[in-house]
Nanobody
Framework: QVQLVESGGGSVQAGGALRLSCAVS????????LGWFRQAPGKERETIAA???????SYADYVKGRFTISKDNAKSSLYLQMNNLETEDTGMYYC?????????????????WGQGIQVTVLS
């Protein structure tokens, strides 16, 4: 399986920005979908952003216009640029490489998950 390691989390004031990075250990050609999930305190894990092997992207409604997912093949990395952060964006963020891309624009199926990284947005 591919190994995924997130970095770039931390604490930031509301309205600020963070860029999460996900280092990928090897080719992700076996995985159609790369993405980011978030688990907020007391809530279920949910898709925030996803990118399929053709470069199509999708976002949860509440991050559209604020978050951008991107991939740099030369650096073997996946990114999540998060702008205009809100306190509701607080949570653990997970990088994923999964087998399938759904018609609804999220990743699912078997694959790999990073260990997660904490993002805290302060009011």
């Amino acid at each position: 399986q591919v190994q995924l390691v997130e970095s770039g989390g931390g604490s930031v004031q509301a309205g600020g920005a963070l860029r999460l990075s996900c280092a990928v250990s090897r080719s992700t050609d076996d995985y159609v979908c790369l993405g980011w999930f978030r688990q907020a305190p007391g809530k279920e894990r949910e898709t925030i952003a996803a990118r399929d092997s053709d470069g199509r992207t999708s976002y949860a409604d509440y991050v559209k216009g604020r978050f951008t997912i991107s991939k740099d093949n030369a650096k073997s990395s996946l990114y999540l640029q998060m702008n205009n952060l809100e306190t509701e964006d607080t949570g653990m963020y997970y990088c994923v490489a999964l087998r399938y891309w759904s018609s609804g624009g999220y990743c699912y199926g078997s694959g790999s998950w990073g260990q997660g990284i904490q993002v805290t947005v302060l009011s």
